[in-house]
């Protein structure tokens, strides 16, 4: 599915994180990938274990999510334009999907960088935990590609 529509908002990112607790400040970054002080291009938890990914209109789309502390986990975020979607895996299996919007584009700048278990920009919000084996592709992955990426790679 999807491909990229050359407007970096078809994307596929993941990585094996392990929290240990979440961020003191409530919310802990995943990825920030502000091309300014707005609200577009973020995927977070907050600290009352709900996931928070900014869909192509700059409005939070706001799902349950509890993270595994001290356990390694695979989650990846697909953004698909062409399907008018994203996903988010967890471990390998479809775990949200949200339709009618995809996510805001990734920024693509030297001023403006996609950082990931940090805000950019900020001393707060950072992962409290580890981040192993990132990815990040210009291209919409579906089942069958995250399925394989989650079972080439092995948790520490």
């Not at 091309?35 to 274990?49: F, Q, R, V």
């Amino acid at each position: 599915t999807g491909g990229n529509n050359g407007s970096n908002a078809c994307f596929s990112t993941g990585f094996w994180v392990r929290m240990t607790r979440h961020n003191p400040a409530g919310r802990t970054y995943l990825m920030d990938a502000r091309t300014s002080n707005s609200s577009a291009g973020y995927w977070l938890i907050d600290s009352n274990d709900t996931m928070t990914v900014v869909k192509n209109d700059n409005a939070e789309i706001i799902f349950p999510f509890t993270p595994q502390f001290y356990v390694w986990e695979h989650i990846v975020l697909v953004s698909d334009p062409a399907q008018l979607n994203f996903r988010v895996y967890r471990n390998g299996k479809l775990y949200y999907i949200h339709h009618g919007n995809f996510c805001d584009y990734l920024s693509t700048t030297v001023t403006y960088c996609t950082y990931f278990g940090a805000r950019g920009g900020s001393g707060n919000y950072f992962l409290q935990g580890s981040i192993k084996n990132l990815f990040l592709s210009y291209a919409a992955y579906n089942d069958r590609h995250v399925q394989a990426i989650y079972n080439n790679r092995n948790p520490y």
